[in-house]
């Protein structure tokens, strides 16, 4: 308001200026006046009180004053104005307006009493606009999606794959469309459906497709939106949430990311007056206590199902839930025809190449490809996105992008050179082991080089032999350091730590130890407090984790052995393989198997 007034004074104080700039006229006497009507120069006189305006013939304007009390004529004539000139000239006479008189008088005094009084009427109302404020901190934060609003609508032919979950949603569908067909026969519709998979798996976007279809309203929000550092705040907004779906009824509220609030009670420090608990008590009693409503149902999605209180879980609340698993190369192919829909592509793209490599992708990862195929397009003045861009936006969504400033040495782009053709000449030597798309000692991400090896079809199950041959490939670059070099560098770091976590897998978690046998042996966690294990008890006694330990190093030992043995026996591909990444930092899929095959 401030900055608003002194912008104003400033504009009428410019204004001001050039108004009396380009309006000045010249001031003249009346003996000037007098003498310039008797040579026949004053073609018209305009009076206003006092004031008198001139035209001469020539179009010149001038000003004069005369006596407030006497005639101009009468004036004019006591000057010895000559009474035949004078008939010749024009003379106007116009009455000062009774609001300019009025405005010159009262405006200076009444000016700033009024803008006292804005001054004060504005800071009222920004007071009162602050306790109106905390009355509402309370109410519900949900955003509604009208039904009506079909620019954010989504339906399920916008959702590719999950086929499962899709049949469950559309019993809802129905019930929400045709709720008397299930009432006829007694039937009762679940009053909550949670949505669990991974992150990035389509699980608010099936809610939507949902909300879509039925044509109902929409009122969607984060769970952590309950929670503010006011007591009693969450539970407000819980009970405001729900009163209004039931003024909306049919309608959908969707919680996005349930742990926040629903974590399993009494786990943390806090007692029953915690906040969180609170919130989560006010939810379960909305949805199934004594006044309930049947037209009002509830959808959430979480990537933690394993947290949540056992009562959010039992009928009548989430009585069911929808798995959603990560897309298989049918399901990669269709998200990729719908996210590439608004783009233009080259006649020569194939969708299922880019969906064959693109296995464990989730919806969003492949959102996020053809998104960033499309900034490597437009970003070399391309108008359409062709293969390439995918293909190359593939390794970008894996491993980060492209860190061409960062050049190494000369030795060490030969370690990194053996390094990954170590990884790559033990991948090719193992019968189980996916094949190789690419080797490269081009730095992307964290990672200095890269061999990109991915799966022919999706796999579900893994055997023993597959695990053991992922050690042998971690090792590979290890043992190619070691044999050629002589040396060992910190370049394995990453592959020696995915390697010891598989290997511990291999013994505690999938019972794949001859010595351990079939026994799960994780930890137990005991305390949870603020989302973060504090305190957990080892359920095995210390010779069981001294024989654990051994039987890592021996999955280790073996699998550096096995990778060993393999670059020993093929030394001289080793070094043809590192000779042409030294020379072109890149190898393809199909120069790669000509080189390897015997």
């Known amino acids: 308001f401030l900055w608003a007034l002194v912008i104003l004074m400033l504009l009428s104080a410019v204004y001001s200026m050039l108004a009396g700039q380009f309006g000045s006229k010249k001031e003249i006497t009346l003996s000037d006046l007098v003498a310039k009507i008797n040579a026949g120069e004053v073609g018209e006189i305009k009076v206003v009180d006092s004031s008198l305006t001139v035209k001469l013939k020539n179009g010149e304007e001038l000003n004069a ?7 101009l004529t009468e004036t004019l004539r006591n000057y010895g104005v000559d009474p035949e000139k004078l008939k010749t000239v024009n003379i106007k006479v116009e009455n000062k307006s ?24 504005f800071s009222a109302r920004q007071v009162q606009r602050g306790s109106m404020q905390a009355f509402s901190f309370g109410q519900s934060r949900a955003r509604l999606i009208n039904p009506d609003n079909k620019k954010e609508q989504v339906t399920f032919k916008d959702v590719a794959g999950v086929k499962e979950a899709k049949e469950e949603l559309k019993e809802v569908v129905d019930f929400l469309k045709n709720p008397k067909k299930f009432l006829d026969i007694g039937a009762k519709i679940p009053k909550g459906v949670l949505l669990i998979g991974v992150p990035g798996s389509g699980k608010t976007l099936l809610a939507r497709a949902v909300a879509g279809e039925s044509s109902v309203p929409f009122f969607h929000m984060s769970a952590s939106e309950f929670i503010e550092m006011f007591v009693g705040v969450g539970a407000s907004r819980v009970r405001d949430t729900f009163r209004l779906a039931k003024k909306s009824a049919p309608a959908i509220i969707f919680i996005d990311e349930l742990d926040a609030v629903g974590r399993i009670r009494g786990a943390g420090i806090g007692g029953g007056h915690d906040e969180r608990e609170q919130t989560l008590n006010q939810l379960l009693v ?7 409503s049947d037209k009002v149902l509830v959808f959430s999605a979480t990537n933690r199902p394993d947290v949540l209180d056992p009562a959010l879980l039992r009928p009548g609340r989430f009585d069911r839930r929808v798995i959603l698993d990560l897309p298989d190369i049918n399901d990669r192919e269709e998200i990729l025809k719908i996210h590439t829909r608004n783009k233009p592509l080259v006649a020569e793209v194939n969708l299922r190449a880019v969906a064959e490599r693109t296995p464990g992708f989730s919806g969003a990862d492949l959102a996020n490809l053809v998104n ?38 000369t030795d060490e782009k030969k370690i990194a050179a053996y390094h990954e053709a170590g990884h790559a000449l033990v991948t090719a030597s193992r019968p189980k082991a996916d094949p190789v798309h690419k080797v490269s000692i081009v730095s992307r991400g964290r990672a200095a080089g890269y061999t990109l090896k991915l799966p022919i079809e999706d796999r579900h199950l893994f055997s023993r032999s597959h695990f053991l041959t992922e050690l042998a490939v971690a090792m590979g670059g290890y043992a190619a350091e070691e044999l050629v070099f002589n040396e060992l560098t910190t370049g394995a770091s990453d592959d020696l730590k995915k390697a010891t976590d598989l290997a511990r897998s291999l013994v505690t978690r999938f019972g794949m130890s001859e010595k351990i046998g079939p026994i799960a042996l994780g930890d137990k966690e005991e305390l949870v407090f603020l989302g973060r294990e504090i305190a957990s008890a080892r359920s095995y006694s210390e010779e069981t984790a001294r024989i654990i330990d051994q039987e890592v190093k021996k999955l ?8 060993k043995e393999i670059l020993t026996d093929r030394r001289e591909k080793l070094d043809e393989i590192a000779k042409v990444l030294i020379e072109k930092e890149t190898i393809e899929r199909e120069e790669f198997e000509k080189m390897v095959k015997e």
């Open 65 to 71: 004053e005369k006596e407030l009390e006497a005639g």
């Open 98 to 121: 009774g609001w300019n008189f009025l405005l010159g008088i009262v405006l200076p005094i009444l000016g700033p009493v009024l803008l006292i009084a804005f001054f004060i009427w």
């Open 286 to 292: 909305e949805m199934d206590g004594m006044e309930t």
């Open 372 to 409: 960033e195929a499309a900034i490597l397009a437009a970003r070399q003045d391309r108008k359409e996105v062709g293969q390439g861009d995918l293909l190359t936006s593939i390794e970008k969504v894996i491993l980060g992008p492209e860190r061409k400033s960062h050049i190494l040495t």
């Open 556 to 563: 280790l030992d073996n699998a550096l052995k096995q990778a």
